[in-house]
């Protein structure tokens, strides 16, 4: 049967020939014994298959081996065998050396024939024998399948091992008639065991040829010879067919370890050869080209479990080097996409590994991040990067941690590029949406933390250079081109400069303010976008302090500005307020700041505020003597005088941008207060002296507001919990007004704002009746809610705005009569607490103009209570006296409470009637002290000393000098004979009414008052204050006569 061993490529002569033929007919004709396909004349498979061994053994000339006593299983297996016969002697005869035409041709019937033999053969023969042999191995080594034999005769062990080793070499001698180095013989029998039981070959192969040594019994040991004929036979066959054969005898096989671990291990060798990784993937998806059905979790799974195993005795980076460039070639597959998406999947999970991961990263990356005249010629091309990028992302999971891993180490290059193809025209539209898509993925799945930080290496970052040209090559280049700032101011450019929008980049700043803002609207993350306006702002910040780079300081100040501008608009749940924490965190450190004191500069004579340096100061720097400093300042023209500007401090910029973030976050979130946001409490107490400021108006305004917004905010929080309780129409209604007024009160427009007062103001005015002023009842409003309704209207007395300021006065007057006693002493604590000891030496110019506008509301209170002042005389004359006494407060205050008695007095004077003799003498003592007299003489000069006399100067009034203790002013003098005046005149209006028997001042004081007054209206300095005295000594004569 070996004899075509022998056959040389000499043709064989014609009798021989003759010979071939015969024997392969008589080969077939026996053959077909054994697959006849007439119906049998026995019902019993055993009968039948013995029948046909019977006549096979007659037409070949041999002994049968079986009769009728043997098991249907040795039958099945003898035909196995003869099955076998058949296939080795009709092979060694067609596969013969020689002239293919000199070969005996067969039939297609024949060959349908030797191919159903091949499975006879392998089907009861190897299969069976090797399922025994496993059944036969210690039950510890590997679970038993459920279909092996339950009882095993030990003695048929060795007999089958070798039996299923004899067949096994046969099989392969078949395949390899001369050894492992012969080729395989060209005949439709090896097409035949190659394309449909080479992987039952394999089995048998691979249990036997690398059988463990703890499974090894008598003359049961491994079959080396075995192995470079399995070796051999995996090479020959493509990758695609290897692994498949390998695959169905893993799965046969899979709970016999040794079988596995081979298996698993030449699978591994199979996806190192050429080709190896495109050959998985046909074995496991097919080849079918232009295949777009979905592929399956389970392929998708099994591919990257391959490819992820690395074979024994292989390092990691050594297997990992040859997968992964194939993996990122099929990655780029067009013929099959299916190829293409477990690629990208395959690639998913090897990121996960180490060693993988540090392969693919640097394949995609490096030549986004290394310049082209750097890179070697082996590396990826910046397109082919992007490509793959982009088709990772589209055929993956949507997993945050691998669009991480591939595209944050990358970011900025990304960035830079699609900056660069946005700002060419001729960029192709496809490739520019491919990028912005890819890296808007990235900002939307990034996690908050890592995308923070990438974004703000993106701002650090040098902008790199990039050439794409028309065919959409792209070329990192080693720096970017500029265009130099000259350029920008040529004649030819200057009109193209002057039409540019305001958001042009100018300066080449990188990241383009706008652009990047832009972005960040794109990737709709307010949480990002917060915590980066914040970071921005402190950096901003620490730049102004230091000698950072200016145009890194101005870059922080453009983001800041376009985040303000962008992020603001449209949807601002998405924008920098939708995370107020932070912005509240920010808003607190920039506002201690503005408050943290400041090292006093030394004091001249109305020298302008100047800012020094550290470590130098104005002292160190002075030229001239202080006295011809302060000759110099005196003969500053008028216009210099006139101006009331102060510079602007350096932190000034960050205050006002902190607090009008503030007053955005109030406005966007509607619920917030310090109820939900204790540190607003902070923020309250910080803008309280920041809205005393006069050094910055605009600090000084937007503080007032940020106040009566949160002080509003908080008073509708409080309402809200009373808003349970069951009430009537009426005061449903009322409620709800208050509500009302409360939400316009935070409207940033002053006139909406101005209109929530007035419906504060009418909620508390009592209700009149139209034929009388008298009211008819008190407003039913809950009493909870009076003190901040009160905090309210005392924040709002101290607003500019001439509207808003009268129905804050109105309103707490109205509260007076509404409420009495209560907040008429709230008033007259504001008005006249604070003021006694070191307190009145630090008393500010915002102290005294709040104490003055508090004295305004005290002045119509006054008014409208008429008749009914007797009342309350005790809760305002006293303290009120006390402030006029006073000598060590300003005048401005002192002649305000003077007003104010003076109100008293002429309201209802009977009232005033056990103060009016102590009120009088005080004000004859003022006018003795105060009086200026006109004809004082001038301080004399001596005639050589050459000093310009003093210019008269225009600010020495009350009015410039709040805060100022002169008691020289007119107004003071003016007010304490306006209150003589009402004084005698309303006394001698008792008297003559009957309402006092005679007027209640001794006759000495009534001397003295017309001394007094007739001195004051005859050498005062100020004419009003002569008028004025000449009055008031009329009306204290005629009070005199009216006694007589």
Known sequence: ????????????????????????????????????????????????????????????????????????????????????????????????????????????????????????????????????????????????????????????????????????????????????????????????????????????????????????????????????????????????????????????????????????????????????????????????????????????????????????????????????????????????????????????????????????????????????????????????????????????????????????????????????????????????????????????????????????????????????????????????????????????????????????NILNLFPDPAHFVRFLKTIDRSDITSDLFVRLLEAYREAKASDEDPLRTLLYLQLVMQLQTQSTTGNTSTGILAKPSHILSFVKHALESANAPKQPAPSTSRSPNILEPKGLGLQGLRIVDEAEAQEETIDRDSDDEDEDTVPTAPDDEITETAINLLLSILEVHDDLSARNEPILDDISTLLEPLAANDNSPTIKTLSRECRMVMTARLASTSAAGASRIRRGVEEEDMHATYQKALKLLQDPILPVRAHGLLLLRQLVTPKRSSSTSVPQQKPQLDPVLMPSILSIFLQSIQDDDSYIFLNAVQGLSAMVETNGQDVLSSLVKIYSTGLDGLAASVLTKHDVNTRIRVGEALGQVIRRCGDALGIYVDTLVPPIFHVFRSSHLPTTLRTSALSLLTECENTHSLALITYTVDLADSMIDLLQLESVSDTQPSRPTKPEQDVPPEPQRSRDTMDDQPTSTNTKFPPLRRAALHFLAILARATTKLVYDGVLERQPFPSRLIQRAKTTLAYVASVDKDNIARVMAREAGEYVAQLEQAEL
Not at 480 to 486: H, K, S
């Open 1 to 504: 049967m070996k004899i075509a061993i022998f056959f040389t490529k000499i043709n064989p002569p014609p009798f021989l020939l003759t010979a071939m033929s015969s024997k392969l007919s008589m080969l077939l004709n026996a053959g077909s014994v054994l697959v006849e396909s007439q119906p049998p004349t026995q019902s019993d498979l055993k009968t039948i298959l013995q029948s046909r061994l019977v006549r096979y053994h007659e037409r070949r000339g041999t002994l049968a081996t079986t009769d009728a006593s043997n098991s249907l299983e040795k039958i099945e297996r003898a035909t196995a065998l003869a099955s076998l016969d058949v296939v080795e002697g009709v092979q060694n005869i067609i596969g013969a050396e020689g002239d293919p035409d000199d070969i005996p041709a067969i039939g297609t019937r024949d060959l349908a024939q030797l191919r159903t033999l091949i499975s006879i053969a392998i089907k009861w023969g190897i299969d069976p024998l090797l399922a025994k042999l496993k059944s036969s191995w210690p039950a510890k080594a590997f679970q038993a399948s459920a279909t092996s034999p339950k009882i095993v005769e030990i003695s048929d062990v060795a007999e089958d091992f070798a039996l299923l080793s004899s067949m096994t070499f046969r099989f392969m001698g078949l395949l390899f008639p001369s050894g492992p180095q012969s080729p395989l013989p060209q005949t439709l029998i090896t097409t035949t065991i190659l394309n449909r039981h080479v992987g039952q070959i394999l089995s048998p192969c691979i249990a036997l040829g690398w059988l463990s040594k703890s499974l090894n019994s008598g003359e049961a040991v491994a079959v080396d010879a075995l192995r470079p004929l399995t070796m051999r036979l995996l090479a020959v066959l493509p990758p695609s067919q290897a692994i498949t054969a390998l695959g169905a005898a893993l799965s046969s096989h899979r709970e016999v370890p040794h079988i596995r671990r081979n298996c698993v291990y030449l699978l591994g060798r199979q996806i190192l050869r050429p080709f190896g990784v495109r050959g998985l993937f046909a074995a496991v998806l097919g080849e079918d080209e232009g295949s777009e059905g979905e592929v399956g979790l389970e392929q998708l799974e099994h591919i990257a479990r391959v490819l992820g195993t690395v074979p024994t005795n292989i390092k990691d980076e050594e297997f990992f080097s040859v997968t992964v460039p194939q993996l990122l070639t099929l990655i780029q597959e067009v013929k099959y996409p299916h190829y293409r998406q477990a690629a990208a999947f395959a690639i998913s999970r090897l990121c996960d590994t180490p060693a993988a991961s540090n392969i693919i990263l640097s394949a995609i990356h490096t030549p986004l991040l290394i310049p082209a005249s750097r890179a070697s010629t082996n590396e990826f091309s910046a397109e082919k990067s992007l490509s793959t990028l982009m088709t990772l992302v589209l055929n993956s999971d949507p997993s945050p941690t691998l669009i991480s891993t591939l595209i944050s180490p990358i970011f900025p290059a990304l960035y830079s590029l699609l900056y660069h193809i946005e700002q060419v025209k001729t960029s192709d539209p496809e490739l520019v949406e491919s990028l912005r898509g890819l890296v808007t993925t990235w900002g939307r799945v990034i996690g908050q933390e890592e995308g923070m930080s990438t974004l703000w290496y993106l701002i650090h970052s040098d902008r790199p250079g990039w050439r794409v040209d028309i065919e959409g090559h792209i070329e990192r280049l080693e720096t970017a081109d500029e265009p130099t700032g000259l350029s920008l101011l040529t004649p030819e450019d200057q009109a193209d400069v002057e039409e540019m929008d305001e958001t042009a």
